[in-house]
């Protein structure tokens, strides 16, 4: 196993389904993170987990819940979605350092998410 | 809004000839800029760097010119090659002040004709 893997890389959901998306990482880095790419947009940010804390949450609906119960492995759990939250999800790592800023992500191949 | 903008959604370039994508932005904190590639069906993946000290960077085939002063970035490709077809994502970095968040734009598609 290398880098950043993403499973399932696709996923069809109704709207009162519960599913959830996995990532791992296997670069020892110390940080994780959920971005969604929808049609025609940038990624965007959701969430941001630093050793296994949560450091950012933008802005991003309660029917998205993420997990991270360790530094290798990130969640994201879906209940109730909407046909607009379809979009491909990426996870990603980096390693931090204190006192600076972020450097490279590290990308999975993203799970596309199609809300029915 | 957008802080970071790719203007051009799409160019098509000659193989063999220079390929140069845009990027601008509007937040004046942003100091570590970030070129991605993605193909499809696979997550972006990193291609090159600069910190706002420098403005250039170069690796390669691939050079990254940064002009603060009109906040702008570009990435040069030559010589271009057909599985340079991507789309290019632009990013940018606040610095130690702004945690670990990278800001994307909207990227561009490349089409290198053979």
């Known amino acids: 196993e290398t880098g950043v893997t993403q499973t399932p890389r696709h996923l069809v959901m109704g709207m009162t389904n519960k599913k959830s998306l996995k990532c791992e990482q296997h670069l020892g880095h110390n940080a994780m993170y959920w971005y969604k790419q929808s049609a025609k947009k940038p990624l965007e940010l959701m969430f941001v987990y630093n050793f296994k804390e949560q450091t950012e949450n933008n802005s991003v609906p309660s029917r998205f819940s993420p997990e991270c119960p360790n530094s290798s492995h990130l969640f994201l759990h879906l209940h109730t979605l909407q046909p607009e939250d379809s979009a491909l999800y990426l996870c990603?790592?980096?390693?931090?350092?204190?006192?600076?800023?972020?450097?490279?992500?590290?990308f999975g191949e993203g799970s596309r998410l199609t809300v029915l | 809004d957008q802080q970071v903008k790719q203007n051009s959604p799409s160019l098509s370039v000659q193989e063999g000839r220079i390929s140069i994508l845009n990027c601008d932005y509007t937040n004046s904190m942003f100091d570590y800029f970030l070129w991605y590639k993605k193909y499809p069906a696979e997550g972006p993946t990193f291609l090159i760097s600069i910190s706002s000290i420098k403005d250039k960077n170069e690796d390669g085939r691939f050079t990254v010119f940064l002009n603060k002063s009109a906040k702008h970035l570009s990435l040069h490709i030559v010589p271009s090659q057909p599985g340079d077809s991507a789309v290019y994502f632009c990013a940018a970095s606040g610095g130690p002040n702004a945690g670990n968040m990278l800001t994307f734009g909207g990227g561009t598609r490349l089409m290198v004709k053979p």
């Open positions: 990603a790592s980096s390693q931090i350092y204190s006192g600076s800023g972020v450097g490279e992500l590290f």
